[in-house]
């Protein structure tokens, strides 16, 4: 009899947590098939009712490039002010920052002679360089392939200009490692040259692309005195190959460059803040963003105007398909992310200040090109609940969910609750652009761009419905 008892009690606890498994998965399949329903309205407002595309091309063509300080970035301040007020956000503000302000002057110059024959140079010089003499620098050329061997050469490095020929690895499949395995010759390389009395540095550019144009990018003296500042440029592609190839016959040839750029005193500039009101949490935040500054050669179409608008856009896809948020969903528009990224230090600086309470941040800055994925940058225990979102996104090309990066301009916000996230479109294409003349509204495509604003909402709702501030573990 007793054993009879036994098998009943084990047969109604197995029959109970069936039931309740039962309906754990009933109840998670409905979430979902919401959840699914609602991620398909935001795809469908987006595809075939989207601004975003308009909106880059009203700041590209009637702005254009809008380098820290300039008049171009006070113009996309005022237009990022106004199109929110026009949308209908609210709280719109502007948050006054300090900026660098850098100006390129006229176009730079370079070439070197071999025999009778004159080989022009594409160059630009790299935001935060000096300028060379008003007659130009001519000189000897090393090469070399790092940072470290430079260093080696040490003194034979004087009065040298010394030429930094580092490509990307084209065996890496992610194009932003390999552009981090390869920008730290662009960044530094004036600081470790000018200590040992290099006349100038000239940089290959950053990208797989062969091509004729250069890639600008922001460099730093460290902390070398000023003395020991040197004039940095970068040349294109297919310079850097035929210079290789030039040298290897005519070691002592003479290389000559021209630059006027020069930096002038911080100039006053501005975040733009916009926001949906949340209807439970009012005073919790989650930010989407881009950064609308941009470098001067181009027009800053993939960086990153297609950021700045797929973050309006995401509030705008709110409000047109009756998502009303719990938390407070707040766009802003980073200024100086490209030479200083001061605008974040300020936001998130602000934020700390205010006792702000951030649930999230999601970052648009790699191009506007085909939704690949999302970045998750958090503690463990939303990880595995961001990641859970994935087969809700998979249908519409966002396979890509991995753990770490954020952005540049939401990373200041980490502090061990928040959840950062990133967008990661596909990256094959952007360093094409990246930096140069033809960044311009041409080379984006209205869809990739409409694609990567709904997925980047669609995050967003799922992160107001699900995410919770979690304690920071002590």
Not at 151 to 159: I, M, T
Request: charged share 25%; hydrophobic share 35%.
């Amino acid at each position: 009899m007793r054993n009879l008892s036994i098998s009943l009690i084990i047969a109604f606890t197995i029959i109970s947590c069936t039931e309740k498994k039962a309906v754990k998965e009933v109840e998670t399949s409905t979430i979902n098939k919401q959840d699914s329903t609602q991620i398909k309205t935001i795809f469908n407002a987006s595809l075939s009712e989207g601004q975003a595309y308009e909106w880059l091309r009203d700041l590209t063509q009637n702005i254009g490039g809008r380098l820290s300080g300039s008049p171009e970035a006070q113009q996309a301040v005022e237009w990022g002010e106004q199109l929110m007020k026009d949308q209908g956000f609210e709280n719109v503000r502007l948050q006054a920052i300090m900026v660098p302000h850098w100006v390129r002057g006229e176009k730079e110059n370079a070439f070197y002679t071999i025999g009778n024959e004159l080989s022009a140079v594409p160059i630009c010089a790299l935001g935060g360089s000096i300028a060379t003499p008003n007659e130009g620098i001519t000189a000897e050329v090393i090469e070399v392939k790092s940072l470290e061997e430079a260093k080696a050469k040490g003194e034979q490095l004087r009065g040298k200009i010394v030429f930094f020929n580092r490509p990307f690895d084209p065996t890496l499949i992610n194009t932003f490692k390999a552009y981090g395995g390869c920008v730290d010759q662009r960044y530094a390389g004036a600081k470790t040259c000018g200590e040992f009395g290099a006349v100038g540095v000239i940089v290959r550019s950053m990208t797989l692309s062969m091509d004729d144009y250069p890639h600008t990018g922001v460099m730093s003296y460290g902390d070398i005195p000023s003395e020991q500042y040197t004039p940095t440029a970068a040349i294109s592609t297919n310079a850097a190959k035929k210079l290789n190839e030039d040298l290897k016959t005519n070691p002592n040839l003479k290389f000559y460059f021209k630059q006027s750029c020069k930096t002038l005193p911080d100039a006053p500039s501005f975040n733009v803040i916009g926001e949906i009101t949340g209807s439970k949490y009012p005073d919790q935040y989650i930010t989407v963003g881009g950064h609308l500054d941009s470098w001067d050669l181009g027009e800053g179409a993939h960086d990153d105007g297609t950021g700045i608008v797929q973050s309006l856009e995401v509030l705008r896809l709110l409000k047109e398909t009756g998502i009303q948020p719990q938390h407070t969903i707040r766009v802003v528009l980073f200024m100086n992310e490209e030479n200083g990224t001061r605008g974040a230090k300020k936001y998130a600086a602000e934020a700390k200040l205010k006792k702000e309470v951030h649930v999230a941040a999601l970052e648009s800055d790699s191009g506007g090109f085909t939704p690949r994925g999302f970045s998750y940058d958090g503690n463990e225990e939303n990880k595995e609940l961001f990641m859970s979102w994935k087969p809700l996104l998979s249908p519409y090309g966002l396979h890509d969910w991995t753990v770490g990066g954020s952005g540049a301009d939401v990373a200041p916000l980490k502090d061990g609750t928040i959840t950062l996230s990133g967008y990661k479109p596909n990256s094959q294409r952007y360093f094409d652009y990246h930096h140069t003349s033809t960044d311009t509204f041409d080379k984006v495509n209205r869809r990739e761009l409409q694609l990567g604003a709904a997925a980047m909402t669609s995050l967003v709702y799922l992160m107001d419905k699900y995410l919770d501030v979690q304690p920071i573990k002590k």
